[in-house]
Each structure stands twice: as C-alpha cells, then as structure tokens.
C-alpha cells in the first residue's frame, strides 16, 4: 500500500465517522480466509437492459495488500472475483485480459478496469466505492479503447 489508488490511513483510530462513504469490507482474518469479497452496492448494479448479473466491487486479499475492482470485467461482464492473482494483476476468466492492481490498466488491450481505494485500519478493511481511484485513465482508455 501507500501510492495514490491505495492511500495508506494516517492514523490507528480513524472509522467511518472520519471517513464518510467508506464501507467496512471484512476484517482482515476475513479477507485473509474468503481471498476475494464482492461488495454489492447501489451504484455497482448490472445494468439493466444487460444479460450479466455480475455487479459490486471485489475487494482482493492480494497476499496481504487488499486491492479493490470493478467486479464486472469492461471486456464482456466476467466476474473478475473469479479471476487469478498474477505478478500484481488479476487475469480475467473470461479472455484472459490482465488488469493491474495499481491503475487497473491492460496494456495489451488498451483497456482499463476501475480500480477502487482500499485501507485497512485497526484490523479492518475499508472501501471507497464513490469513485474509482483511476478516474483520468479510465476516462482515457475507454473512450478511446
Ligand atoms: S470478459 Fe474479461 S477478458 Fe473477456
């Protein structure tokens, strides 16, 4: 942790009331055990008029640097929850694009995942699901992916 997609808490007492918007995941012996925790929430709907039924941001234990996506993958609504850890990415199950943790990018493919910010504070894991943390790329890549 600590760069920009991924801030690092300032301090040991900080909750949701210094942090509003923020959702308590798991803790992190949860997060440790599940490996991967689909978040639903109202702005992370399937679309309606969609097939899928894929939604939420999912929150990766990541070895122990909890990383969070959107978990409906931008390639053709995959889980990414179902997806495998690889060099710092979580590789797609359906096409096997590969989406870094740090901006969300695949660079083979010139596409982007948003990425969410994760922090763990006094054993919990917190989730910021109001924005992806890689909002310039995202704008970038898909507009022109
Ligand atoms: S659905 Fe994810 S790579 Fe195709």
Redesign the pocket.
């Known amino acids: 942790m600590g760069d920009s997609s991924n801030p690092t808490p300032t301090s040991d007492d900080e909750t949701s009331e210094s942090r509003p918007g923020w959702l308590n995941v798991a803790s992190v012996s949860e997060l440790r055990r599940a490996r991967t925790i689909v978040i639903d929430h109202p702005d992370h709907e399937p679309p309606p008029e969609s097939d899928t039924e894929v939604g939420g941001i999912v929150v990766f234990w990541n070895g122990g640097d909890p990383r969070a996506m959107a978990n409906r ?6 889980a ?1 929850a179902r ?1 495998t850890i690889f060099q710092g990415k979580v590789v ?6 590969a989406f870094r943790f740090d901006d969300g990018h ?1 660079a083979e ?1 010139e596409r982007t995942q948003p990425v969410y910010a994760v922090v763990v504070v006094d054993d919990e894991v917190w989730l910021d699901p109001r924005a992806p943390a890689n909002l310039e790329l995202l704008t970038t890549t898909e507009r022109h992916g």
């Open positions: 993958c931008v390639h053709k609504d995959r990414l997806g797609c199950p359906g096409h096997q694009w695949c493919r």
